[in-house]
Every structure is written in structure tokens, then in C-alpha cells.
């Protein structure tokens, strides 16, 4: 997986938490260690009845914005890595190990031709998870196993009249923000050029969706933010533009 992929920059998280970020030891958001960590207990992260603030946060309200974010490769166990050499390992972020509600998920994408589960999966796939709710094979972007075009979490928004946006520190004709955020793609390619070559079907020449590139220009959201420049821009095809970017 490309490890600098992230669908919104760090800072966004920062502010989305600044309220918990001033949380003090006094307050129901402290998740360090409290008492003796010696003693039965004494490593607890929480304090007290819980009742009240899980049944706050499990409240029938509609949420008005929701902010997905993304780090590539990042997991319990580089959260925790950090969490150590950062706070030490009875400290607490005041962001994310705040929250109230936190989950697990499964890992695995589907085997295109059995339709059973292939272990270990890759950045197209768990975005196509993360965006539409369906798993699919890897390489594949925003459609199921067996090639179904799925709505996006960020189309859906946009039918809903919500602006939307789509941020990375990488490029964005890359897997986690373009199947995020808006391709379709049965083979994971990301540029016109590549597209012909490599995925006929998918080709605009051929009736498909076109590349990443494409379909970002096409359906891209409000705000578009991304890295690589170079590498993210296409050679022009046409016989006027060619050799030229």
C-alpha cells in the first residue's frame, strides 16, 4: 500500500478535536493511565460511570458533516508505536483516544474469479470498501466483484447537496482518493494512456469510465487538493499536444 496516501491532511483531524485536545486530567476525555499501574486496576483508562457519555454519543441525531480520514497503512499497531514514544505507553492522545466509540473492521478483499476471501488486500480495494460499504478484488475501484459500478460515500453527499472535498498528500489519480472519492476502474489504472493499454473496456474511446485522471476532472469535489504534481499529470494525446504536458 502506498504509505503517504492520506484522504485528509493531519491538520483537519487537529481541528476536528481541538475541544478534546484541551481536555485536562480532570476531565471525562482523559484516557492515561490513572493510580499505581502496580496495583489491581491501576492501568485503567477510564474513570467512573461511562452511562452518560456513551448514550450521548449513541444519540438519534443526524449528523451534519462527516470527515473520513484516511492513513494509508496506519493501523493499531503504528498508532500505538507512536503513542509510546510520543506520550509513553500509559499516556493518551487527546484526539483520537478521546473519542468515545471506536471499532474494528475486516481486512480482507475478495478473489475476483472464486468470490471468496483473498487475505491480504490492496489500496483499491479497501478504499472501495471504505467508500461504498461492498468489498471487491483487488485492483479494482468503485464496483463490486463482479465489475457493478457502486455509489461513493462522496456522490452520495453531493446528490444530498453537501460540498464535498477531497484531500491528499499524494496524488490524486491514486487508489485510496480517486476510489474514495469518484472512479470507477476495473484495473487499477490511472492515466488515458494506461487505460487503453492495459484496460481496454475501461477506455472513454470504448464507452468505460476512462482513467482515475478522467473521471477526477469529470465528477472531481468542491475542493481537490493533492501531492505529486508531475507524476499526477498526463501526456496529451492529441497530435498538437504531444510530448507536452
Not at 185 to 192: F, K
Request: with cysteine.
Amino acid at each position: 500500500m502506498q504509505q503517504s496516501v492520506s484522504l485528509i491532511a493531519g491538520a483537519v483531524l487537529s481541528a476536528l478535536l481541538c475541544s478534546t485536545a484541551l481536555a485536562d486530567n480532570n476531565q471525562p476525555t482523559n484516557r492515561a493511565a490513572r493510580g499505581d499501574i502496580t496495583e489491581p486496576g491501576g492501568a485503567r483508562r477510564l474513570a467512573g460511570d461511562q452511562t452518560a457519555a456513551l448514550q450521548a454519543s449513541l444519540s438519534n441525531k443526524t449528523a451534519k458533516n462527516v470527515i473520513l480520514l484516511i492513513g494509508d497503512g496506519m493501523g493499531d499497531s503504528e498508532i500505538t508505536g507512536a503513542r509510546n514514544y510520543a506520550e509513553g505507553a500509559g499516556g493518551y492522545f487527546k484526539g483520537i483516544d478521546a473519542l468515545p466509540l471506536t471499532g474494528q473492521y475486516t481486512h480482507y478483499s475478495l478473489d475476483k474469479k472464486s468470490h471468496k476471501p483473498d487475505y491480504v488486500t490492496d489500496s483499491a480495494a479497501s478504499a472501495t470498501a471504505w467508500a461504498t460499504g461492498v468489498k471487491t478484488y483487488n485492483g479494482a475501484l468503485g464496483v463490486d466483484v463482479n465489475g457493478k459500478d457502486q455509489p461513493t460515500i462522496l456522490e452520495l453527499a453531493k446528490a444530498a447537496g453537501k460540498a464535498t472535498g477531497n484531500v491528499s498528500t499524494a496524488e490524486l489519480a491514486r487508489c485510496h482518493t480517486g476510489g474514495t472519492g469518484f472512479a470507477r476502474n476495473l484495473a487499477q489504472v490511472l492515466r488515458p494512456e494506461e487505460t487503453s493499454e492495459q484496460c481496454a473496456s475501461n477506455a472513454l474511446e470504448n464507452g468505460g469510465h476512462g482513467s482515475i485522471t478522467e473521471q477526477l476532472i469529470k465528477t472531481r469535489a468542491d475542493v481537490t487538493l493533492g501531492g505529486g504534481q508531475n507524476p499526477s499529470l498526463s501526456w496529451r494525446k492529441a497530435a498538437n499536444g504531444r510530448g507536452k504536458r
